[in-house]
T-cell receptor, first 114, second 114 residues
Framework: DADVTQTPRNRITKTGKRIMLECSQT?????MYWYRQDPGLGLRLIYY???????NKGEISDGYSVSRQAQAKFSLSLESAIPNQTALYFC?????????????FGPGTRLTVT | AQKVTQAQTEISVVEKEDVTLDCVYE???????LFWYKQPPSGELVFLIR??????QNEISGRYSWNFQKSTSSFNFTITASQVVDSAVYFC???????????FGRGTSLIVHP
């Protein structure tokens, strides 16, 4: 089984709808992240969390919210989806401790807002 | 603020050619970490290498090699004798020491033709 899973993998929704993207991990990492990927723009950080009680905004948090339900679960919500939120969304985790470790990515969720 | 520039948006080569992907970074931190990730057509990002700012030794892993030069703020990635399976988008990332927040470049799409 994959260490970082995302559900759903694909989603088409309409403008104005609320949608939640879920991320679960079995790696035991405290640090979790949500990114969006747009063609030509690379990966941009939406929110990150370093433990269950810690939530921080990233570069592009407007229009998004998150919930860290447990160490293993980190959900991203779009309260009222708009077409320019159409993108590929990735959840990632990284190891605990004082060192900079690589990130482990989920398979991504392709979201289309019509 | 950190910045990572991958000036090559897309590179197209024929199998067995050598190819170098450029990564130039900007940071004021003295301690930082550099990463390369691969995103194959399947979509999931995979970690390739991590380097810290105090280690300028070049690294070789099979057909992959990395050249880190602090004097030019570059961390370039070379694939020797490219193969079709190397076709992917490659991302370079920079993370200041202690931040645990990477900044990604916009990625370079490598297409290897048979």
């Amino acid at each position: 089984d994959a260490d970082v899973t995302q559900t759903p993998r694909n989603r088409i929704t309409k403008t104005g709808k609320r949608i939640m993207l879920e991320c679960s991990q079995t790696k035991g990492h405290d640090r979790m992240y949500w990114y969006r990927q747009d063609p030509g723009l690379g990966l941009r950080l939406i929110y990150y969390s370093f433990d269950v009680k810690d939530i921080n905004k990233g570069e592009i948090s407007d229009g998004y919210s998150v919930s860290r339900q447990a160490q293993a679960k980190f959900s991203l919500s779009l309260e009222s989806a708009i077409p320019n939120q159409t993108a590929l969304y990735f959840c990632a985790t990284s190891d605990n401790g004082a060192h900079q470790y690589e990130q482990y990515f989920g398979p991504g969720t392709r979201l289309t807002v019509t | 603020a950190q910045k990572v520039t991958q000036a090559q948006t897309e590179i197209s080569v024929v199998e067995k050619e050598d190819v170098t992907l450029d990564c130039v970074y900007e940071t004021r931190d003295t301690t930082y970490y550099l990463f390369w990730y691969k995103q194959p057509p399947s979509g999931e990002l995979v970690f390739l290498i991590r380097r810290n700012s105090f280690d300028e030794q070049n690294e070789i892993s099979g057909r992959y090699s990395w050249n880190f030069q602090k004097s030019t703020s570059s961390f370039n990635f070379t694939i020797t004798a490219s193969q079709v399976v190397d076709s992917a988008v490659y991302f370079c990332a920079l993370e200041p020491g202690g931040s645990y927040i990477p900044t990604f470049g916009r990625g370079t799409s490598l297409i290897v033709h048979p």
